[in-house]
Nanobody, 128 residues
Framework: QVQLVESGGGLVQAGGSLTLSCVAS????????MGWFRRTPGKEREFVAG????????FYIDSVKGRFTISTDNAKNTLFLQMNGLKPEDTAVYSC?????????????????????WGQGTQVTVFS
């Protein structure tokens, strides 16, 4: 199994940037399709971005397209989420997750139940 640990969250003014990191241990990251999700109190967990294990395709929710970039560094066994142009509505706990579903990733990337391994999350707070 793979263990995931996120970091990089914090408090930032609207319009600012943060880069989240997710370090994997136990297994190599390129053995998994990976995703970033976020959650706010009282709301369902929301898919934010995903990347195939070969890093040849990425997926984003519409609200972050053009502002967020998901990437991997296999040498560091690390997943990243570069977040630019942050807005107050981006405030949430962000978690990385490793996909374990049987459906093609291009079809099922947005469903949290298809991800078996999760990090503990990192808080991102954007103030105006």
């Amino acid at each position: 199994q793979v263990q995931l640990v996120e970091s990089g969250g914090g408090l930032v003014q609207a319009g600012g940037s943060l880069t989240l990191s997710c370090v994997a241990s136990g297994r190599t990251l390129n053995g998994y399709h990976m995703g970033w999700f976020r959650r706010t109190p009282g709301k369902e967990r929301e898919f934010v971005a995903g990347i195939t294990r070969s890093a040849d395709r990425t997926f984003y929710i519409d609200s972050v397209k053009g502002r967020f970039t998901i990437s991997t560094d296999n040498a560091k066994n690390t997943l990243f989420l570069q977040m630019n142009g942050l807005k107050p509505e981006d405030t949430a706990v962000y978690s990385c997750a490793a996909y374990s579903g049987v459906q093609p990733y291009s079809v099922a990337y947005g469903y949290p139940n298809n991800y078996h391994y999760w990090g503990q999350g990192t808080q991102v707070t954007v103030f105006s």
